[in-house]
């Protein structure tokens, strides 16, 4: 019943929309969607509170929901999407936004996708609890260097094709892999959809080598 639940279903229909609700454990509340997360041991640490518009736009002022319960409290947050990682042996890809992170679940099922709710929120006590596991971030355009430094830092992979998208203005700055991914089904249909090849690279590799290996 929430506002971006209703776009999810406007866009990938209604059996889909429900599967990203259910996989997520996404909440409502007075129409806009709680996005919980929740730790591996399936606690929740946090509930962000979102409003979007029909376009899938967000609406409003972000919320917490401990704060809309009056609770004087600290959360310790987690990644969104982490009580999913012990139920699968596939790959961790991470993205900023939550809303990012239940698309790509079903415009690329090749990874787990958890988001760690924004630009500066990829910190140290997250990265840390998923140190183990093979893992890619996905920056938004514009990103790519500040999440390179974490990157290397922790030896995850990094995917650089929203820098390349917004150098040939197919997304705009800010935008990220699920805003390509929807233009690219208004253009050619949702079912149209289909995994590709994700290009992985070491954060250790300078522009002449990810030139000469994917350009």
Known sequence: ESSFAKFLESVFGEDNAIK????????VIDGDVIFWQIDRNGYPRAGKIMGYNDKGKRSGYTNWWHKRQGQDCQVNQC????????KSDRPIAIVESEKTACIMSYANPYFIWLACGGLTMLNDSKCHSISEFDVTLFPDAGCYDQWKEIAHKYSFAINKECELWYEKGEIEKGDDIADYQLNLAAKVGVKALE???VYRTPPTWNQEEYDSAFK
């Open 195 to 197: 995994p590709k090849v």
């Open 20 to 27: 990203m609700v259910e996989e997520y454990g996404l909440g």
């Open 79 to 86: 990644f969104f999407g982490a009580h999913l990682i012990d």
